[in-house]
């Protein structure tokens, strides 16, 4: 999923870079940059959702840090998988539930002409992926309940 995050985004850059130029020196834009723009934006947001939930690599804020506790961290561990599976999983059926909409009204981008169903239903799966990264991180509650808590360092404190 990385590797493929990696060229979308090098492609969107390029795309930009030639429609810039094309605007600005050529006087000639690239018909429909936008629309590839938006929905490259949208799979390239939902191929790197699923690598930031298995990684853990979420904004965090501890409000709490002096609370410290094996209890705690498995609590925001449960919780933190809990939310998230289920946010993604609402997301990838609402997302289904429009592909099958845009499906059926054949809905197609402005410009280009490019069939929207097919850009939905990639999201809906994405997002339904990423619901089940959310839960991976689960296997390390064990870890989390038999080993000393974080001390907290005064140094990432945000006050």
Known sequence: MAIAAAVLIFSLMMLTLFDVIGRNILNHPIRGA????????????????????????????????VFQSRVLDALQLLLTAGLGCGFFALIAWRMWLMAERSARYNDVTASLGIPIAPVLYAVAVLAGFGALCFLLPLRDLPRVLRTQAKAADPRNSIL
């Not at 936008?34 to 390239?44: K, S």
């Open 34 to 65: 936008t629309e590839l723009t938006e929905i490259g934006l949208v799979i390239l947001s939902f191929l790197l959702f699923p690598i930031v939930a298995v990684q853990q690599r979420h904004i965090v804020a501890d409000v709490a840090d």
